[in-house]
């Protein structure tokens, strides 16, 4: 059965490439982190939760230009993306909650095993956070994906770039953070 799937900006990275095996050439010379889709413990894990609109923001692309290059890959005619908020939505002003003495723990992905999904340690470690302790995680690119997911999860998250590295830190929400304003009295 070869029914086509319409490439958008919400196909998720392992549906695409379950379709059209092809187009994984084509997706990894788009930007260098696409580079990790030929580690098929990783191809198995973070393409099944991103998106192509979030893998563009990972790989800095335009989100229109990259999914009109892959429909026209598989002769599907162009289309219009909606803009979506792009990477500017994740590097913002410091926060209040920020203090770089809170920081409590630092992963470096450069330093993970590279057949584990970098959130794995990132989720673990997050999840023994006491209130107002920060972790700090280190990549050479906008782990967007990663992001959402801890937000859904109950993170707050902040990123910065720093020279080639993105500084991405996570804390707990505390429940004064839920009120207007997100202070206490």
Request: net charge negative; hydrophobic share 40%; aromatic share 6%.
């Amino acid at each position: 059965m070869n029914e086509e799937l319409p490439i958008t900006a919400e196909t998720k990275v392992a549906a695409l490439l379950a379709r059209y095996p092809e187009l994984e050439d084509v997706l990894i010379a788009m930007a260098p982190p696409f580079k990790k889709l030929k580690n098929p413990i990783l191809r198995g894990s973070v393409a099944k939760v991103a998106s192509l609109r979030q893998a563009a923001m990972v790989g800095r692309l335009a989100v229109e230009d990259m999914v009109n290059q892959l429909r026209a890959a598989v002769g599907q005619a162009s289309i219009v993306v909606e803009q979506a908020a792009g990477a500017e939505a994740y590097y913002t002003e410091q926060p209040d909650w920020f203090d770089a003495e809170k920081i409590v723990a630092t992963i470096d992905e450069k330093h993970v095993d590279p057949d584990v999904m970098t959130l794995n340690p990132v989720i673990r470690r997050a999840s023994k956070l006491a209130d107002g302790e920060i972790l700090e995680l280190v990549t050479d690119f906008l782990p967007v994906p990663g992001i959402d997911l801890m937000r859904q999860k109950g993170f707050r998250s902040w990123c910065r770039e720093q020279g080639k590295t993105t500084q991405t830190y996570f804390s707990r929400q505390s429940p004064q953070d839920s009120r207007p304003g997100g202070k206490s009295a």
